[in-house]
């Protein structure tokens, strides 16, 4: 028995020594590789074509550990990233245009608007932007729209309906399970917990979606218009009649210019480069072009810096990461960049429904302290409400894009309570105590009136911390902030109308914004936080967590799987939360 146990160990041994080597191989390669390894050759006439299934966020990290790179993920260039290619390209001789080939995206409304930006910018070059679809749906017909000709596939279609979401309520199935939540919250529009109080939406609640939806939407029909050269009542018909089902409609209501196949679509990319019908057309992808335009190096004359710090996902304590905002990586962040004698001037990218409230006010407090060194400026991305609004109020000045969903000063307390279960199954809970509060909370018993007056308390505590956050970041009273607050959430549009964004734009006019608070003309840009993650971390991740959401989503389908994580992430908010009501997808 102890030889096996031996040679048990002297294989586990070896196979450990062979897994250190091949990570020291990796490490090495990491650490001393070409910097210009990966960087793509461009050749001459060459078309950009987009495909934003590379991309999933504004910034895909930096890691302390270069191994932890090669397992961060698959993409290693974000929208940011994207954007600054496009704005490349236009000044780029060898490429000749931009085609969007069956584009399909994961982005949210804000990143779309921002690529759709960038396009209308680059066509200002006087090269041209084609899109092509066999089938569009709403969001990436709005982008591909910007394109000077948009062609579809015959029997394709254009799917334009409109904005909604949807909104599910829990009240009947904590019932019926007998686990349930309790609830503390401020603000009459403070919806995150309406699915567990009732089955149906308040009439706040469906007041400020419509409100919200309306506003995105006239961002939407408006840049459509202009490009199609269509009237806002015809959209609105279109909209209404799904005028864009077939590919004949969709051609005779202008949503389209012609009705080709692929093989077509392509032959008139060669006929308009030039290229014969046998030969190749050069492409380069916009991920490799923007990670070949990220790693050249720039001639700017000049040491002075705007450092992007971004900070995006739910906020959370601990270290996080590109889809979580952690204290330890971003407080690090702003440091880092505060103490920096080179670092002029700091924009926060912001993106992000909220989350921990103590986390928030940490996050707060470290912007503060660099507000008072060098001018902060506030970009924000798809979402920047509620945690991810506190984080931002501070700043000297906030931009946001017109379709960035923003606001929602609220708060609220969600505490799992597991009673009527325990009395289904027969258990019963028992408490012995030294004091009259050093029991606590016990998921096993009903809260009492009096332990719903203490959160009720510290509910109401936060909620006046962060409307005078707000009043003092953005020179209001608080009564005024109050007005607007109550969990409201609003429309990049409806906030600067109410005074809670200081302009409609996107990561371009931040900077510009930075530079002038800073009064700086060249600047190099560089991108924060870099995070503190080792290798045991990433495989740990990668590992049996995503084996598990594999499995999942085979099994549920991918809208039962998002109903499946919309709940458990629901379940997982304990103590005070800084949130936006629900995650709000556009359909």
């Known amino acids: 028995m102890k030889f096996l146990s031996n040679v048990l160990a002297s294989i586990v041994g070896i196979f450990a020594f062979f897994l250190l080597l091949f990570f020291s191989f990796l490490v090495i390669g990491a650490v ?30 930096k890691y302390s550990d270069p191994l932890v790179t090669l397992f961060a993920g698959k993409n290693r260039v974000g929208v940011s990233e994207a954007l600054e290619a496009i704005a490349a390209a236009a000044d780029d001789d060898k490429i000749a245009g931009i085609s969007l080939l069956n584009t399909k995206s994961a982005l949210g409304m804000a990143q779309t608007k921002a690529l759709r930006d960038a396009l209308v910018e680059f066509r200002k070059s006087g090269k041209f932007v084609y899109a092509y679809s066999t089938n569009y749906d709403q969001k990436d017909y709005y982008l591909s729209s910007a394109a000077q000709t948009v062609y579809l596939n015959p ?33 009459k529009y403070k919806s995150a917990v309406e699915p567990f109080l009732d089955n149906k939406m308040s009439e706040a609640n469906r007041e400020q979606l419509t409100e919200m939806l309306q506003s995105i939407w006239g961002t939407m029909a408006t840049e459509i218009t202009q490009s199609r050269k269509i009237t806002n009542t015809d959209l609105n018909r279109i909209a209404d009649s799904l005028g864009g089902t ?46 070949s335009v990220t790693n050249t190096p720039k001639s700017v004359d000049s040491d002075d810096v705007i450092a992007v710090v971004y900070a995006q996902g739910d906020i959370l304590p601990g270290e996080g990461d590109v889809n979580q905002i952690g204290d330890g990586a971003l407080r690090r962040a702003l440091r880092e960049a505060r103490e920096d004698e080179n670092v002029k001037a700091v924009v926060l990218r912001v993106d992000s429904p909220g989350g921990d409230a103590t986390t928030s006010e940490l996050i707060w407090r470290e912007i503060a302290l ?119 959430v609003w429309s990049g549009v409806q906030a600067k109308e109410n005074g809670l964004v200081d302009a409609l734009g996107g990561m371009p006019l931040a900077l510009k914004e930075a530079a002038k608070l800073a009064k700086i003309n060249e600047y190099k840009v560089r991108n924060y936080p ?13 590992g049996v967590a995503k084996a598990k959401e594999d499995l999942l989503r085979s099994e549920l389908g991918e809208q039962e799987y998002q109903v499946y994580q919309n709940y458990r992430k629901l379940t997982k908010q304990k103590g005070i939360q800084l949130r936006l009501p629900y995650e709000v997808k556009f359909n």
């Open 370 to 488: 660099t507000k008072k060194v060098k001018p902060v400026v506030v970009s924000m991305g798809n979402y920047a409400a509620s945690g991810g609004y506190y984080i931002a109020c501070g700043a000297n000045k906030i931009i946001a894009e017109p379709n960035t969903i923003t606001g929602s000063i609220g708060v609220f307390g969600l505490l799992p309570n597991m009673s009527n279960l325990a009395d289904k199954a027969g258990i019963d809970a028992e408490q012995v105590s030294t004091h009259a509060q050093s029991a606590s909370y016990s998921v096993f018993t009903p809260m009492n009136a009096q332990m719903r007056s203490y959160y009720q308390k510290q509910i109401e505590f936060v909620y006046d911390t962060f409307i005078t956050r707000v009043a003092d970041g953005r020179k209001m009273s608080k009564t005024a902030v109050d007005a607007i607050g109550q969990g409201r």
């Open 530 to 542: 870099e995070f503190d993650k080792t290798i045991e971390d990433m495989l740990g991740a990668f």
């Open 155 to 187: 029997v394709g279609s254009v799917d334009l309906r409109g904005l909604s979401t949807e909104v599910l309520f829990f009240k009947d199935f904590q019932e019926k399970s007998g686990f349930n939540f309790e609830v503390i919250r401020h603000g």
């Open 32 to 61: 001393f590789g070409s910097s210009d390894e990966g960087v793509v050759s461009v050749e001459e006439n060459s078309v950009l074509e987009i495909d934003l299934s590379d991309f999933s966020t504004d910034y895909v990290g």
């Open 246 to 291: 077939f590919a004949t409609d969709a051609l005779r209501n202008k949503l389209v210019d012609q009705l080709i196949y692929e093989d077509q679509y392509t032959d008139m990319l060669k006929k308009k480069l030039d290229v014969q019908k046998d030969e190749e057309i050069n492409k380069v992808s916009l991920a490799d072009y923007a990670f």
